[in-house]
Each structure stands twice: as C-alpha cells, then as structure tokens.
C-alpha cells in the first residue's frame, strides 16, 4: 500500500526567502504525485502533479518539484516566498484507476515572517 | 473551480442522530469521492464512487454509507453520529479517465457533540 510522508509538521520562512517543502512516498511502481494548497478554511487547490515525463515539473503561483525516483522524493520548491503563500500543503500519491488510493501526507504548515 | 458543492457547509448535530451530507458537481464526471480532514493525518479517503450506484468503501469507512442515485449527487450518510466522526468533510471529483488529479469542494465543517 501506498504511503506519504511530510517529515516537517511547521516550517516558518521570512518573506523573499526560498522555500523547499520536503515529501517522501513509498510504493512499488512508478506513482503519480500531487501537491495540494490549503489556506485557512479553503478547500484544496493543486499546485502540481506529477505523471510521467520530465522530472521538474511547474505549478501554479511559482511553484516547482522535483521528482527522485532514487530517494522516492517529491519535493516541493519555491525560490522566493510571499506572504500570500502562507498555508498548509499536502502531498499526495495516487496509483490506480480509481483513485481510490489517493493517500495524503499529514500536511506541513507554512509560515510567512514579514 | 471545478463546479462542486458542499451543503451543509456547517453543521452542529448530537450523538446518536443520523446526519447526510451532500456533494453536488456540475461537470458530470464519473468518479466522485469523499474524504475526511482531521489534523496530522491530513485527508482519509472514506468511500468513492465510479458511477451511478457503484460505489466503494475507501480507508476509513467503518460508520459512514454513501448512495449515488444521480451522476450529479455524492450523499455521505451517518447513520448515527459519534463524537469521533467531529471532522472536516471534502468532497473531489475526478476529470476522467487518463487524468489522476483530484478537485476539492469546499468542505463541510461538521460537529458532533
């Protein structure tokens, strides 16, 4: 079974500076992957995905990650944060037809110091 | 925006009283789920459907039913709610088939006391 992993429960930057988020999966085939945005009392919004192809791929809002097939990572990137990007994000793995086996991470909630 | 909606959007309701929530798309996609939020466990998968009347149990299903009569409407029914089952209730929606990524209605924030 699938499995995600979001090692850092609150991570708290400043304003302008950069911004890795850090996601680690386990799963036996090739999985597809998701990072999800939630602000405060929103649903969730997808900043990226990842299926096949490239492995940097670009999101929304400036957003990038990279996936590690070697280190089963997925991490998402960012090279100068805004306040506005202050939420909570989650990864995602989902590996088959359904999607019935779509599997969040716990979440990692971002912090914006002016 | 992927056309859902969530109703209730908020709900205060006793132990032991049955409680639905409802989950309506516009798009008429096929694949439709429920998922529920509570932190440090970011979202569980409750029960999904692929269809009219197909459904399945998802991760975490033990309390809930769901039905699906309508392409359109995704019922999540309590049969008799406990305190456990306070949480933040999301609806998604899938695009179709070759497309994996999920779209989220706006939640339902349910309380249980």
């Known amino acids: 079974a699938q499995s995600v992993t979001q090692p850092d429960i609150h991570i708290t930057v400043s304003e302008g500076a950069s911004l890795e988020l850090r996601c680690n999966y386990s799963?036996?085939?090739?999985?597809?992957l998701f990072w999800y945005v939630q602000s405060p009392g929103q649903g969730l919004q997808l900043l990226l995905k990842?299926?096949?192809?490239?492995?940097l791929v670009q999101g929304i809002k400036g957003f990038e990650a990279e996936f590690k097939r070697s280190q089963s990572s997925f991490n998402l990137r960012k090279p100068s944060v805004h306040w506005s990007d202050a939420a909570e994000y989650f990864c995602a793995v989902g590996a088959d037809n359904y999607g019935q086996n779509f599997v969040f991470g716990p979440g990692t909630r971002l912090s914006v110091l002016p | 925006d992927a056309g859902i909606t969530q109703s209730p959007r908020h709900k205060v309701t006793e132990t032991g009283t049955p409680v639905t929530l409802r989950c309506h798309q516009t798009e008429n996609h096929r694949y439709m789920y429920w998922y529920r939020q509570d932190p440090g466990h970011g979202l569980r998968l409750i029960h999904y459907?692929?269809?009219?009347?197909?459904?399945d149990k998802g991760e975490v299903s033990d309390g809930y039913s769901v039905s699906r009569s309508k392409t359109e409407d995704f019922l999540l029914t309590l049969e008799s709610a406990t305190s456990s089952q306070t949480s933040v209730y999301f609806c998604a929606i899938r695009r179709g088939q070759g497309t994996y990524e999920q779209y989220f209605g706006p939640g339902t924030r349910l309380t249980v006391t």
């Open positions: 459907s692929y269809g009219v009347k197909d459904t």
């Open positions: 990842y299926f096949s192809g490239d492995t």
């Open positions: 799963y036996g085939a090739t999985p597809y």
